[in-house]
């Protein structure tokens, strides 16, 4: 009886050992299989682009602000409604009120969708070549416009993609949030002292 007693002990002890044993293994691969999603997550991080995070905290090019302010005022033609600093002030009067960009609320994502797209059932022309043939603006397509009483105009000229991109650089160095025109900002706005300056007091 007593020999029974101690064999049922050592088989009992031997199947623990074995469960317990077979029991850390799985646990080792839960824990590592959870941690995957992390890793794999940590990966995709260490190949993204450079510059992918955080583009509109990244410093911007003076030549790029310059070739924005190039477009905005000539190819875009976009004084002639906004005004030279972009507080709606237009340059020509035959052309529609347009918005004062100063005092507006877009980031740079949103101006780059009001200067691709423009603004439907308004006079804010869209620069893009093919924005209403295929939905890429607001899901509309040409058609759709017609619905609308206010028919937008054509845009004195069509821009490129990265030609968006330099306007709006350059409005949000330049005009966004910037507040009233003054001669120290019209000054800073042209880089020098220049007859436009003229008509603000010191």
């Avoid at 009992?12 to 992390?38: C, E, I, Q």
């Avoid at 190819?75 to 340059?91: E, F, M, P, V």
């Avoid at 397509?141 to 350059?170: G, V, W």
Wanted: charged share 20%; with cysteine; glycine share 8%.
């Amino acid at each position: 009886m007593c020999h029974f007693t101690v064999l049922f002990h050592k088989i009992n002890a031997a199947l623990y050992t074995a469960f317990m044993t077979k029991a850390r293994k799985h646990s080792t691969k839960l824990r590592v299989f959870s941690k995957g999603p992390v890793v794999v997550a940590l990966m995709a991080l260490a190949f993204v682009a450079p510059g992918a995070q955080g583009q509109e905290q990244q410093p911007l090019n003076a030549s790029d602000i310059a070739d924005g302010m190039r477009l905005f005022q000539q190819k875009g033609n976009c004084q002639a409604c906004h005004g030279w600093s972009g507080d709606g002030h237009k340059t020509d009067s035959q052309m529609p009120d347009g918005a004062n960009l100063r005092d507006t609320k877009l980031n740079r994502s949103g101006l780059v969708t009001i200067i691709k797209c423009g603004r439907p059932n308004s006079q804010m022309p869209a620069f893009d070549k093919f924005a209403y043939s295929d939905g890429r603006c607001y899901g509309k397509k040409q058609a759709d416009l017609r619905s609308y009483p206010t028919r937008m105009p054509d845009p004195p000229s069509t821009l490129q993609q990265r030609e968006i991109d330099l306007i709006a650089d350059f409005l949000i160095a330049k005009i966004v949030g910037k507040g009233p025109m003054n001669h120290a900002k019209c000054v800073e706005f042209w880089g020098s002292e220049t007859d436009a300056c003229k008509e603000f007091s010191n």
